[in-house]
């Protein structure tokens, strides 16, 4: 141990010295109390033993000094003094002293009593040390290393408080991963957490040392920026974690590609309070999210609506299916050229008690995100093979009962298996059954799940189409992997065609190119006979549109099938 012995007496000193020097112990002498405080702080001793009485400064006032220095570890101090009384020995131990020794003290005594002092010192170093390392794991996330929400919660309201005190500007950046689930459905939790460790060191990467930075749920990271002079800091830095997060992951082998969302929210603004910051940051990320993902929003007053009835409709959503809030309706698919149905669309419906009748446009996205697509999902597919029982579909040659099916779907483990439970329960063939896929970013990380589901689906004879062709990610030379029987060109192209050139090009290369790859072409809402006029004009076979048929309701479809086509 090395051991501080201060006294005004030379002889104990010397005495001390020779005892704790024979037990092995490091000393450091000084004879008065200023001294003795420099030696305090410079040489962190283990053990200060104390004169009481010493001149200038006595030996309570010098623990009294040390204590104020050194608060997180406990150095033992004994007392040496030639009387003990209460008083004293109380005023001792205010003072911050452990024990006492009266002069004169034996050898014995005085190595008895720094064997002591040394046990206590190891047990309270042990305690100290352990305490410090539980603050560390309860705020750290076990797999990325980054704070964790616990101490998210700590922060936020600590941080808010300083910004408050020194009237500083503070930004809230709530992120949360796109599609991150189908990530882990894909690839396993492995991959997962690789992923999340990847991408909480890219944001490291992104931010100051004095930034905070902690992962708040499973694909959640929250960023403080606790003083900026300008809001658009906080935008800048938005972006620059967007692109750090967009190159290619190599995990394990695979190659995976992720985005983000990020919700921001400023502090002070006007009616942000410390409850609603948090709140305001997750508004303005869902806001983010549902402009398309991969970009940035500010909070605004104005989202607060929007988010409520996000709110209200996921809540709805839960009960939609149980309660029989669902109902399908068809739309012909018909031939261009003939104007007779070939096949009948199902388009899922929800009439709520209270909000009306909502569009799948507004809660598939929800179902989706919720995992409530799955369920409803199959609700949907038994209904619609039900009614093509009952109304006989199979008699009409070449017929096509098309259904939308989610990706997420497809990424169920058993949706083959529950796919041929539905046809035999419902005894319809799979060749009367087409599968509408919307090509998302989710198809291209979990390609090759969903090409196995889709090859066995193709296998037993259902045919598959790509809904929604032209929108965004797709190309044909990217989907020739792809058991694809039908391509579906989005109504936006088929709209734009007649007005734009450009658009009118791809279309017409659309259809040749199809023809030549056997993919039958099914042209989206047409609602003008110009536009009819002009895929007629290019040999497009199949279309659907309000000028041909609206959606229709289920006693619609069946005059429908009579009266457009003979049996
Ligand atoms: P979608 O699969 O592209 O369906 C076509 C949508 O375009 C339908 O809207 C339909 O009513 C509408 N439409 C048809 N002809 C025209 C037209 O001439 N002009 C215009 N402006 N629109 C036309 P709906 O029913 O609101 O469905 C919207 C989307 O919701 C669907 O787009 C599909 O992505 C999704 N959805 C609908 N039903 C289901 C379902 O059962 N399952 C899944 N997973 N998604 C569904
Ligand atoms: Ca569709
Ligand atoms: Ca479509």
Redesign the pocket.
Known sequence: MKVLVADDSEINLMLISLVLKEQGHQIITVTNGPEAIEVFKRHRPDLVIMDVVMEGMDGFECARTMRSIRREDWIPIIFLSNSVDDSSIAKGIDAGGDDYLTKPFSKITLIAKIKAMQRISDMRQRIYHTTKKLEVLSATDALTGIYNRFQFDKSIVEKLSVANRYHRQLALLFIDLDNFKIINDTFGHHIGDLLLKEVAARLKSCLRTEDFLARVGGDEFAVILSDIDNPLVAGVIAQKILDSLTPDYHLDENKIRISASIGIALYPSSETTQMTLIQNADVAMYHAKELGRNSYQYYSTNLNEKYKQHIHLEQALQFALEKNQFY??Y?PIMDLQNQQAVGL?????WDHPEYGAI???DF?PIAEETGL?VPI?YW?MRQACEHATEWDLKKLEGFKLS????SH?LLQEDFYQNTVDILNDTHISPTLLEF?I?ETTEMDYASYTLRQTIKKLHDLGITISI??FGTGYSSLTRLKDLAIDTL?I??IFVQDAIKDYNAGIIVKNLINMCKELKIDIIA????TQEQLDFLLAHGCIHG????LA??LFIEQVKGLLLSGRKE
Not at 403 to 406: F, L
């Open positions: 399908l309706k739309q669309e199902a388009l899922l419906c569009s799948p446009a598939i697509i999902g949907i259904i939308n099916i989610s779907q509408e919307t809904d929604d579906k989005d109504q989206e809402g047409i609602e659907q549109g309000y000028l609206r959606p």
